[in-house]
Each structure stands twice: as C-alpha cells, then as structure tokens.
C-alpha cells in the first residue's frame, strides 16, 4: 500500500506500535474505513495519513485497554454494537451486494423502461424581449415572412439568442408553467400568435418537431439501477431474518409506531420518493 511492492503479502508488517504490529492487511483494512476522510490528498500523502491514523488509533486503544475502559459497560455496550453492524455488513455484502449481476440490472432496467408511459417532448425555439410591444412587433415581421432564426439572432435578449433561440428538445416539467403551456399547444412549424409572458420577460414561440422521449441508455443509469436492486435486496434479507427469529415489541404502541414508519419509507421507495433506511455501513 506505501509503496510497498506488487508482492507485499497482508502479513507484512509497515510499522510497529508499542508490542503490536501494523501490517499491509491492517492498513487495507483501515483504507475501506479511513480513505474517505482523506479523499482531498494525493494518493501518496494519503495512503501516508491513513498509516499516521492507524498508528493514533492503535495508540490510544493500548492506552485506553491500560487504564481498563474496556471492562466499562458503555464501552463494551458500544463494541457490541460495532461488532453486530460489521457483521451485518458483511452478510448483506457477502449476501446481497456480491450476488448482483450485470444481467439481473440489465433485466430490471428492461422491465422499468416498458413500465414508463410515453412522454412527449418538443424542440423549440423562442425569442425573448422586454416588452409586449416588442413581441408584438416580432410577430408581426415574422407574419411578413421573416426568419425565426435570423430574428432570434437578432432580437432575443435569452443566451439561446446566439442559437436562433435554439432551446433543444425539453418534456413536461422542464420550463415554466406559462412558456410550457404555450410551448406544448403548437403544432410542429407554428409559432405563438399572441406574447407569452414569464418572469423572464416576453417569449414568441416556435415548435421545430414533437417526439416521444426516449429512455435513458442503460450505461448512464447503470449505478441508480443497482442501488435500487441492492436495496430490495436488502429488504427481502432483513425481512427473512426478522420473520425466521421473531421480532417481540414490549410495547405495542411503539410496534405500531415502527411498522407505519416500515411502511411508509418501503412505500415511498416504491414509489421513487423517500427512500427506505439504507443498509447501516453501505
């Protein structure tokens, strides 16, 4: 890890603590723990720190051991915690995260884009000016026979001026609910035959074409499928654990309590809201 060569075995020892050893599996294993906090240096520096931090760390924790803090019951009370969450990480890595293949995303992938409603989107162009009266004095010339491209470049005060008020293509939701409105209600060639005004100012509309919107490539939404998948995953784990062992609320007012908080997050992931409580440690 510190430069050590291609060969260097966990059993490596880098440095030495008091009696105890820090080896080449001590420092990948507090790399997965400690790597994050120093993201901002250089991949040299930072292996360096994860290595100065080890060595607090194993400091302190002699120390503390000398001094018995780990016969306190807080102390122990929260080793026990630590130890239930590693090992539950590890079943759900071991179980859940490691068994997710390219062809299980894939397949959920498929199954949400034949699941989507075809959306219609539209390319348009607009021109934006200050007042109605210049917007009404766009319309006019472009009644005359002027170019929207040529008027766009000359008059719109918008940064798609320089574009011919090239906007691309946008579906519903994307713009504000005034230009959308207008926007959706020409057919492709036409333009607004009356100002739109917005908080921006004063739009002319074109329509260049309509089309349904296409999916997004399965590469660019590869990640956010996974975590979905890893989430269900996660869920169907946990709940067959709980139902083989039984959970017991000693009172039923917090059992209620804590299954309508179950439902509502499980809910709201279905739903793509609020997602449900993420594996402790993922």
Same mark, same amino acid.
């Given at each position: 890890m510190l430069g050590a060569p291609a060969h260097a075995a966990d059993s490596d020892v880098v440095a030495t603590i008091g009696s105890e050893k820090i080896t080449e599996g001590d420092l990948?294993?507090?790399?997965?723990?400690? @790597?994050?906090?120093?993201?901002?240096?250089? =991949? /040299?520096?930072?292996k360096l720190a994860i290595l100065s931090a080890l060595i607090d760390i194993k400091s302190l924790a002699q120390e503390a051991a000398k001094a018995k803090l780990d016969k306190d019951p807080a102390v122990q009370s929260r080793l026990a915690f630590?130890? #239930?969450?590693?090992?539950?990480?590890?079943f759900f890595e071991k179980n859940g *995260?490691?068994?997710?293949? $390219?062809?299980?995303? !894939?397949?959920?992938? $498929? !199954? /949400?884009?034949?699941a989507m409603k075809p959306v219609d989107e539209i390319h348009a162009r607009h021109i934006l000016v200050k007042t109605k009266e210049e917007a009404d004095a766009v319309i006019k010339q472009l009644e005359g026979g002027a170019d929207f491209v040529k008027l766009a470049s000359e008059k719109s005060s918008g940064p798609s001026g320089s574009e011919g008020g090239d906007l691309g293509f946008f579906g519903p939701g994307q713009m *504000? =609910?005034?230009? #959308?409105? &207008?926007?959706?209600?020409?057919?492709?060639? @036409?333009?607004?035959?009356?100002?739109?005004?917005?908080?921006?100012?004063?739009?002319?509309?074109?329509v260049e074409e309509k089309?349904? &919107? @296409? &999916?997004?490539?399965? $590469?660019?939404?590869? @990640?956010q499928v996974r975590q979905v998948v890893m989430r269900e995953k996660y869920m169907q784990i946990v709940q067959k654990a709980r139902d083989e062992l039984k959970v017991v609320y000693v009172d039923p007012k917090v059992k209620a309590q804590v299954e309508s908080l179950e439902k509502q997050a499980a809910s709201g992931a279905a739903a793509g809201a609020a997602p449900a409580p993420a594996p402790a440690g993922q």
């Open positions: 990948s294993q507090a790399g997965g723990e400690l @790597e994050q906090q120093f993201q901002q240096l250089p =991949p /040299e520096q930072r630590l130890r #239930e969450r590693t090992l539950h990480n590890a *995260v490691a068994t997710v293949t $390219d062809a299980e995303l !894939k397949a959920r992938y $498929d !199954k /949400e884009v034949a *504000v =609910p005034e230009f #959308e409105k &207008a926007a959706f209600a020409l057919k492709p060639g @036409e333009y607004t035959k009356t100002p739109v005004q917005t908080q921006f100012g004063w739009h002319v509309i074109k089309r349904k &919107a @296409e &999916a997004p490539a399965f $590469d660019t939404v590869k @990640e």
